[in-house]
C-alpha cells in the first residue's frame, strides 16, 4: 500500500491550495480516507475524510465550511481543497487510511495503518 501526498506549499492568509493523495495497493474497503494535520510541537488531529464507496464526509469543526473533501474513484485519489486560509492551518497535513472497520472512529489517528509521507503547508500572516 502506498500513499503520496502532494500540494502543500507557502500561502497567505486568505489563500488557497489544494492537496492530492494518491493511493495504491489499497484492498478494497468501505473505511474512509482521511487527512490529518500536525502542527509543530502539536498532537496530530483529524481534519476530513470521506468514504470511498458512497459521498459521506466528515469534517473537523475547525474546517467546516473552508476545506473540502473530494474523491476521484477512478484515479484512487483523494483531494481537499482549503480555502480561506488561517495561520493556524499551518501544519504538516497526512492522507492515512485503515486496515480494520472504524466503526465511526475515523476522526482517531491511531486506528490507521497507512500513512503518506506528508506534505508542508504554511501559511503566513
Known amino acids: 500500500v502506498q500513499l503520496q501526498a502532494s500540494g502543500g506549499g507557502l500561502v497567505q492568509a486568505g489563500g488557497s491550495l489544494r492537496l492530492s493523495c494518491a493511493a495504491s495497493?489499497?484492498?478494497?474497503?468501505?473505511?474512509?480516507m482521511t487527512w490529518f494535520r500536525q502542527a509543530a510541537g502539536k498532537e496530530r488531529e483529524f481534519v476530513a475524510a470521506?468514504?470511498?464507496?458512497?459521498?459521506?464526509?466528515y469534517y473537523a469543526d475547525s474546517v467546516k465550511g473552508r476545506f473540502t473533501i473530494s474523491k476521484d474513484n477512478t484515479e484512487n485519489a483523494v483531494y481537499l481543497q482549503m480555502t480561506s486560509l488561517r495561520p493556524e492551518d499551518t501544519a504538516v497535513y497526512y492522507c492515512?487510511?485503515?486496515?480494520?472497520?472504524?466503526?465511526?472512529?475515523?476522526?482517531?489517528?491511531?486506528?490507521?495503518?497507512?500513512w503518506g509521507q506528508g506534505t508542508l503547508v504554511t501559511v503566513s500572516s
Open positions: 492515512a487510511a485503515a486496515k480494520s472497520p472504524l466503526y465511526g472512529r475515523y476522526y482517531n489517528h491511531g486506528e490507521y495503518d497507512y
Open positions: 495497493g489499497l484492498p478494497f474497503s468501505t473505511n474512509p
Open positions: 470521506i468514504r470511498w464507496v458512497g459521498d459521506l464526509t
